[in-house]
């Protein structure tokens, strides 16, 4: 961009920063108004290409060569920003077998109505990770390397955390059913035959929203 004096005034009409120099030197001032700082020009030119597209005229005519200025285009539409889901579920999956795990990460990250905030592998860590998450829902095995989900379920209960718990076990018997229903779960399901139903088991126990 190297415009005259007249080149100038003709873009300051139309709202666009100009600078206009002569030939030679820049440290040389070649007539009133012309002499500009290397660092002006630079600031110049990254305005002027912020402001073209919105500032130049789009038609040309033969008998004006440029239309009247306009503002910078806007652009309607109805379509809205995607927001945070708040009505999902947070669940905790406890579970010691990984591929286990993994199936239900994935069940979970099918359905836009669950959000999976943590994981553990034992007793001790999800007693940790249940009160670090504070989540809403719990996939609970039975079997864990240094305990039994049972303790979970003691303690979820002690502590008095309202949460929706499914137990998971390869031995649902009845005893064991009875037991965990005992100390609040909504489900105990065959992990080898009804994970898919676990989705079905907390949306179904989830609470509805409050009428008044």
């Known amino acids: 961009m190297r ?3 007249l080149e100038t005034r003709f873009y300051a009409a139309y709202g666009i920063p100009a600078f206009a120099y002569g030939p030679g030197l820049l440290t040389v001032s070649h007539g009133p108004n012309e002499f500009v700082p290397i660092p002006n020009i630079a ?3 990254a305005i ?3 402001t073209a597209v919105g500032r130049l005229p789009t038609k040309v005519s033969a008998v004006r060569p ?4 306009h503002g910078s285009p806007k652009v309607k539409s109805s379509a809205k920003l995607p927001q945070e889901n708040k009505s999902q579920m947070k669940v905790f999956i406890v579970e010691d077998a990984p591929q286990t795990r993994q199936e239900l990460v994935e069940l979970f990250a099918a359905e836009k109505s669950f959000e999976v905030v943590g994981q553990a592998g034992s007793v001790h860590e999800a007693l940790t990770g249940i009160e670090a998450t504070g989540p ?3 996939t609970l ?12 379920l003691k303690h979820i ?3 008095g955390w309202d949460l929706c718990v499914v137990v998971l076990t390869g031995n649902p018997y009845e005893g064991l059913r009875a037991k965990c229903q005992q100390l609040g779960a909504v489900a105990v399901l065959d ?9 079905r088991a907390l949306l179904d126990a989830r609470p509805g929203p409050e009428t008044t």
């Open 3 to 5: 415009p005259g004096l």
């Open 43 to 45: 600031q110049c030119v």
């Open 48 to 50: 002027y290409a912020l």
């Open 66 to 69: 440029f239309s009247e200025p």
């Open 136 to 138: 809403e829902a719990v």
């Open 141 to 152: 095995d039975i079997s864990l390397p240094d305990g039994s989900g049972i303790e979970v």
């Open 157 to 159: 209960r002690k502590r």
């Open 191 to 199: 992990k080898f035959n009804g994970l898919a139903q676990t989705v």
